[in-house]
Structure formats: C-alpha cells, structure tokens
C-alpha cells in the first residue's frame, strides 16, 4: 500500500497481532456487528468477505451461521490467530492473505462485505470502499465499522498522536455526514447507520491497560451492578429515539447498497 493511502507500515500489525496470541484478552465487537448483519437476512449460504479480518471472530460466528466466509488480512501473523481461533471451535476458515485497496476476487462475486476497525487508519478510505463495491453482486450490502469522531476517546488518541505515542502512529475517525458522503462517492445507494457504545467504558479500557503495563491486570470486564445496568439500558433506549445519539456513541457503522438495474451509476 502506498505512502498515500496508509501512514503506518504491516510490521506495525504484525507486532499487534504477535502481542495479542491470546485472543480471549482482546475485546469483542459486543455482537454490534453480527446483529447489524444478520438483521440483513440469514447468512446462510451466502458469500460473506470481512477485509481486515483481526481475530476474525465476526467472520467465525457467520460461519457458525451458515455463511461461506473469507477472511482478508495482509498481517500474517492476524491469519494465524484466526487459524488457531478455527482449530479451537472447529469452523471452516478461508484465509487469505491480501490487499484491500485491490481484493483479489473478480466483480459481483459476493453477497456481504465488513469490516471493523479499518478504514480508519487510511486517508483515502474510499478505494476500500470502491473494492468494497466492486466485488459485491447487485443488490449486496457493505458494512463499515468505525470510531466515531465526538467522543472522549478521539481527544485522547489525537494527544497521543501528537506524542508519538499512538500504537498505530496516526489514526481518523468518522462522523456520521462523513460516511454518508464518501459511501455515496463511491457509488453506494441507500445507505444505513447505527451506533453503540463502548463496554466496558473508555475509562476503564484505558485503565486496564494502564495498569497492565505497571504489573497489575484487571479483569477483562469489571463487575456487573444490576442497578446501574438497568439505569444505563434505560437511558439508552431513550437517546435512540433521536438521530443525534449517533454523535454520543463510541463506534458508528454504515451500511451501504449496490444498486441494481436502473439505480445503477457511476461511482
């Protein structure tokens, strides 16, 4: 990938992915993404490519479902926590190792395409969206998963950024106009959104890793208070009525369409 389009090198990732073999002690998408999937209809049969794989553990549970899912990453050592996560719970894998900016499959092959965690380490996202679309058969959806830009978590990763300090070196995120414009640039019609919030906390998630790296480990979720919970549900269902809660999330996908027949258009 060039210079132009990522600001970091694959050693990067693969440090991560060696650092992190240990895949129960990396959090967990919280289902945010499978449910957005799976409310698209049952994955069943279908054709599903999630690009910037990880751990794969989205792709794994589509498989558990049915889905005949490729899993695209160009960080070995990400591949094979994915093939060591398969062994375990015994799902078929399709590994490949590859560039998003040019998948290696022909036009209109697949039903699905996702990804968590990617495009924001790009400053020109939209050629994975434009592969995204490419590959897509008419009618099929993808689905992007980003931080989101109004949150305390931005504020601190840009002061580590200014540091040096950030693990990726550099890293954006993305509000909700934003995605809409550059899926709609690509050439996607009709595009859907949805947000969650972080759990466990920001705070906490920074504070475990904090700690951590002073020999002290806490436990990967804290303690669960049934009161609090509830309060918190509660308040949550409540800002969901209303559009801008999607600028009080921690992360924020969008949902784009190929267009069919007389919706097709250039990109």
Known sequence: MSQKTTLHRREVWDQFWQEREEIEQVYSNSERVIDQLIRLGDPAGKWILEVGAGSGRDSLALSSRGGRVIMLDYSAPALEVIQKLAQKTGRPVYLVRGDAFHLPFRSDALDLV????????????????????????????????????????????????AFNRWFAGWETEFSRARLERIFAQTGFVRTEFYGEWMRPSFIYRASREALKKAGITLPLYPPSLPLFGRIRAGLRALLRRYPWHLNTVMDIGAIGFKPVGSDQRAG
């Open 114 to 161: 996702f990804h968590q965690g990617l495009l924001e380490h790009f400053t020109a996202p939209e050629g994975i969206l434009a592969e995204n679309l490419r590959v897509l058969r008419p009618g099929g959806a993808a689905l992007a998963d980003v931080p989101q830009r109004y949150h305390l978590y931005t504020a601190v990763k840009h002061l580590l950024i």
